[in-house]
């Protein structure tokens, strides 16, 4: 069973910085592949980052230059440093990973962590 617990979400100012949190726990699995996800009202969920578990990082355009993702496989855990928000930011983020059963398999699954809640007041 892979579980997913996101923190760090809140209320911020336009321009201010947050940083969310997820950390995986997979029993027998080894967490792979861990990314950021968003979903604001009324519109579908979109993917904002994701990185590697060699620390390979892909973005979405509009946050290029503002958010970092980073992650420590020690932990099982995955980061989203935002910085320069924008109200159109505003949004719910989900947490997701995939897992692999040994160092060389492949990996399979898509999990999902409750979301967390980012608000960006202009």
């Known amino acids: 069973q892979v579980q997913l617990v996101e923190s760090g979400g809140g209320l911020v100012q336009a321009g201010g910085s947050l940083t969310l949190s997820c950390v995986a726990s997979?029993?027998?699995?080894?967490?792979?592949?861990m990314g950021w996800y968003r979903q604001a009202p009324g519109k579908q969920r979109e993917l904002v980052a994701t990185?590697?578990?060699?620390?390979?990082?892909n973005y979405e355009d509009a946050v290029k230059g503002r958010f970092t993702i980073s992650r420590d496989n020690a932990k099982n855990t995955v980061y989203l440093q935002m910085n320069s928000l924008k109200p159109e930011d505003t949004a719910v983020y989900y947490c997701?990973?995939?897992?692999?059963?040994?160092?060389?398999?492949?990996?399979?699954?898509?999990?999902w962590g409750q979301g967390t809640q980012v608000t960006v007041s202009s």
């Open positions: 997701n990973c995939d897992v692999r059963r040994g160092v060389s398999s492949r990996s399979f699954g898509d999990y």
């Open positions: 997979a029993s027998i699995f080894i967490i792979d592949n």
């Open positions: 990185i590697t578990r060699g620390a390979n990082t």
